[in-house]
């Protein structure tokens, strides 16, 4: 399993949070912020954007995920998301996320002490669905 060190976990969190801060969140009030790290160091992140038709939000996880695939990255060494409370991603954004790893190291950043929990995907989507599991054609 991958494993952060405590500078990039650091630098992960102070992402999440600083793109928390741009969430567009008018129905919940419940903002989030996510930033993933790729191979190279970069850090994509990315914020929720709810939507009046409830089922047309998208998570911050997708979000930051979606920016990532489109600047061309499809292998990630870790992702901070970060809440109040420092909530895991929802059951969606976690097989999302699995798409591109289960063995992503996941910090998730309670905004209101700051505290930090480290894990993996793999704990917080046990049983996943993957390619793996999709019948080959022919």
Same mark, same amino acid.
């Not at 989030?32 to 038709?53: F, H, K, P, R, T």
């Not at 990532?68 to 060494?77: I, K, L, M, Q």
């Given at each position: 399993?991958?494993?952060?060190?405590?500078?990039? $976990?650091?630098? #992960?969190?102070?992402a999440?949070?600083?793109?928390?801060?741009?969430? *567009?969140?008018? *129905?919940?009030?419940?903002?989030? =912020?996510?930033? $993933?790290?790729?191979?190279? &160091?970069?850090? $994509?992140? =990315?914020?929720?954007?709810?939507n @009046?038709s409830?089922? #047309?939000?998208? /998570? @911050?996880?997708?979000?930051?995920?979606?920016? @990532?695939?489109?600047?061309?990255?499809? +292998?990630?060494?870790?992702?901070a998301?970060?809440?109040?409370?420092?909530?895991?991603?929802? %059951?969606? /954004?976690?097989?999302?996320?699995? +798409?591109?790893g289960?063995?992503?190291?996941?910090? #998730?950043?309670?905004?209101?002490? %700051? @505290?930090?929990?480290? /894990?993996?995907?793999?704990?917080?989507?046990?049983?996943?669905? &993957?390619? &793996?599991?999709?019948?080959?054609?022919?």
């Amino acid at each position: 399993m991958s494993k952060l060190s405590d500078r990039r $976990i650091e630098q #992960l969190a102070l992402a999440a949070v600083d793109v928390c801060g741009r969430a *567009y969140a008018p *129905y919940s009030k419940f903002e989030v =912020g996510a930033a $993933i790290l790729m191979q190279d &160091g970069q850090v $994509i992140a =990315g914020c929720n954007v709810e939507n @009046a038709s409830y089922g #047309l939000s998208i /998570c @911050a996880e997708r979000v930051a995920a979606a920016a @990532a695939v489109s600047a061309g990255y499809r +292998e990630w060494r870790g992702v901070a998301i970060a809440s109040v409370g420092g909530v895991p991603p929802c %059951g969606a /954004c976690r097989q999302f996320l699995a +798409e591109f790893g289960l063995h992503t190291p996941v910090v #998730l950043v309670n905004l209101i002490d %700051g @505290a930090r929990h480290v /894990c993996h995907l793999s704990e917080l989507l046990p049983s996943s669905f &993957g390619a &793996g599991d999709l019948p080959r054609p022919g």
